[in-house]
Every structure is written in C-alpha cells, then in structure tokens.
C-alpha cells in the first residue's frame, strides 16, 4: 500500500488523480511501525501539559542570571526556585490539599497558617 502511495504522489500523476487518490484515502491510517494507529478510533490525542516552575502560593519563578568564572567570563544561567510538592493540612477545608509550593512559602505557612497564605494568593483550596 505504501508503495502505491508513494507512486501516486510522483511528478507526473496528473492532478485529478491525485485528487481522487486522495478522496480513496481520507479514511484511513498509516503507521511507521508494524502497530497500528488507534488514536483516530479512540478519539482526539491528549497531550500531557508540562507544569509550570512556579510557586502556587508566592509565584516564584526562575531568575535570569550568570556563571561568572575566574576569569570573569559570563554564561547565562537560569536560577530555578526550591520548589517542593506538598500535602498540606487545610483547616477550614478539614482535607489535605496538595500543592506545589517554594520552601520559603512553606516557611511562611508555618508563620501564618495556609488560609491567610491562600487569601493573599488569590487562589481557591477547594480547587487544590
């Protein structure tokens, strides 16, 4: 099969054949390897997003920085934040809730309890 659509889209296959070769194969599924695709039968692809580095609670993020050798030669470095996942205790909530969180926020909570933190942040626990 994949040699016939492979001739098909030659130079000198006329337009309309092309078309209609087309049309005959709308409806089905190639694959590189020996297993077949099922992502057309099981539905749309999901795609795994990627979370963001960045505190729940305070909204850290990476600070742009440089290496700066003995020489005093410069290389850009990214500083990434001491980021940590957390089941916290949610008093009003009576549940755990589970966050990702800087270790500074997670001193900070301590002082001033997880609510008033939530408060300041603008975020919601029962989402969490």
């Known amino acids: ?7 098909s889209l030659s130079a000198s ?9 087309q049309a005959q194969l709308s409806g089905s599924s190639f694959a590189c390897s ?14 795994q997003i990627r979370a963001s580095r960045r505190c729940d609670l305070t909204g ?7 290496k700066v050798s003995f020489s005093n030669h410069r ?6 934040p001491n980021l940590q996942y ?16 800087s270790t500074k926020a997670l001193k900070t909570i301590e002082k001033n309890g997880l609510q008033a933190m939530a408060k300041k942040a603008g975020i919601n626990l029962a989402d969490y």
């Open 13 to 21: 296959v006329a337009p309309q054949a092309l078309a209609s070769r």
């Open 60 to 66: 850290k993020k990476a600070n742009n920085g440089y």
């Open 34 to 47: 020996s297993q077949q695709s099922t992502a057309s039968a099981a539905g749309p692809m999901l795609v």
């Open 1 to 7: 099969m994949e040699t016939v659509l492979a001739s």
């Open 86 to 101: 957390k089941r916290l205790w949610w008093e009003e909530g009576k549940r755990f809730v589970k966050l990702r969180i």
């Open 75 to 80: 290389t850009k470095h990214l500083q990434q």
